[in-house]
């Protein structure tokens, strides 16, 4: 099942900033229950979240409050939405009325659903890299991969079975076979000499002259711990330059390019902690949009982003507004970066919220071999001996 993204901005009317807040805040203290949108009976959404951005917060914006609607779903996003509207009418429509646009319309009109898919093909933003730690895999496939590592867990766990596993232990290993060299980003490295020269021109290899202040990484400044996952919103302002933007765009196609080619295995430059991640060039070209679901702390994720992947954040955040001159690697003022564009949601929602990604990718793996056992007559051989 192909996975897609669906990038959602629209203005929200000035005067109903308010009530808009109110609405996202029910849902977003019980995304399970609420009246308005339970996002577990939209079976095909593996992340999805709802982020009012601008209005004086910190990621600098001007006035004027939007509303940022995001999810990483199975299938196309015409068909997503009319399942939305399936499920959800009501609520849709007691959500985006607050905003600029909105049909005047009731959710009992017949002609709602196509309405409703308008008014989202007008304000849907094109997506231009998105990264998923786990591709092809569908919300109800990584769910029954999950019950299937429970039903083995709760079987290896029965105690009439440790006879079994103590005699087991003792039996010699089989050699493992020999295999050819892994397809990997070796080349990409090879590549990033040439790639930093013409992508990253504005950031300096020389020493710092002094050391970045000490940023304030409280836990209510920046960490905001669902379960084992976290969410990351960022919106900044790209350079003026037009260089900048070309750059940016190139840049951006080259990672998503390797997001689908490369680094489809569940690490993205060497940073496994990622679920699903996007960036889109929104506002004609003045502000880039960063989303991203991944496991773990802030502080542990930025860390991994300067350890791991220092080239790919300065080749795509050194061509907005004030980045580093030195890039990530002045690692106190690229956290100060991040926190000043960084924007809550007021409603994050996972389909499977108690898993790591290695988690998850643990028990594809675990299903598929059980499966390409399961398909084998020698099994069924092997069990009629015993």
Request: aromatic share 12%.
């Amino acid at each position: 099942m192909v996975q897609n993204p669906l990038t959602v901005i629209v203005n929200i009317k000035p005067a109903e900033r308010q009530a808009l807040s109110d609405v996202l805040t029910i849902i977003g203290q019980d995304i399970r229950h609420n009246q308005y949108l339970r996002f577990p009976e939209i079976g095909s959404t593996h992340f999805a979240r709802f982020v009012m951005i601008g209005g004086g917060d910190r990621s600098n914006r001007d006035d004027q409050t939007r509303l940022y609607f995001s999810s990483n779903h199975d299938g196309d996003w015409q068909s997503y939405i009319d399942l939305l509207v399936r499920q959800a009418a009501p609520g849709l429509h007691e959500i985006f009325r607050h905003c600029e646009g909105y049909p005047a319309i009731s959710p009992a009109d017949s002609n709602f659903k196509q309405r409703f898919r308008d008014f989202i093909a007008a304000n849907k933003k094109p997506t231009d890299t998105f990264y998923s730690g786990y591709p092809n895999r569908s919300v109800k496939e990584v769910q029954s991969y999950i019950k299937v590592r429970k039903a083995l867990g709760d079987l290896i766990n029965q105690p009439q079975l440790e006879p079994l596993f103590e005699a087991v232990s003792h039996l010699p290993l089989p050699q493992p076979k020999r295999s050819g060299t892994p397809v990997s980003s070796a080349g990409l490295e090879l590549l990033q000499p040439v790639l930093h020269r013409l992508f990253t021109p504005n950031i300096s290899d020389q020493p710092a002259s002094g050391i970045s202040r000490e940023v304030d990484t409280r836990p209510d400044q920046t960490d905001w711990l669902y379960t084992v996952q976290n969410e990351m919103t960022v919106v900044s302002a790209i350079d003026p330059d037009p260089a900048a933007l070309k750059r940016l765009q190139q840049f951006l196609w080259i990672i998503n390019f390797a997001a689908r080619w490369v680094f489809n295995k569940g690490t993205l430059g060497g940073i496994a902690t990622i679920h699903f991640a996007r960036w889109a060039i929104i506002d004609n070209g003045t502000n880039l949009l960063f989303e991203s679901n991944y496991d773990g702390n802030w502080e542990q994720y930025i860390g991994d982003f300067v350890d791991k992947a220092s080239f790919g954040m300065d080749g795509i955040w050194g061509n907005c507004k004030g980045f580093p001159s030195r890039g990530c690697k002045d690692l106190q003022a690229f956290k100060q970066i991040i926190i000043d564009h960084q924007v809550r949601a007021h409603v994050f929602y996972s389909a499977y919220r108690y898993e790591s990604i290695r988690n998850v990718l643990d028990y594809i793996a675990i299903s598929d071999k059980l499966n390409q056992l399961l398909d084998q007559p020698e099994l069924a051989d092997w069990l009629r001996r015993l």
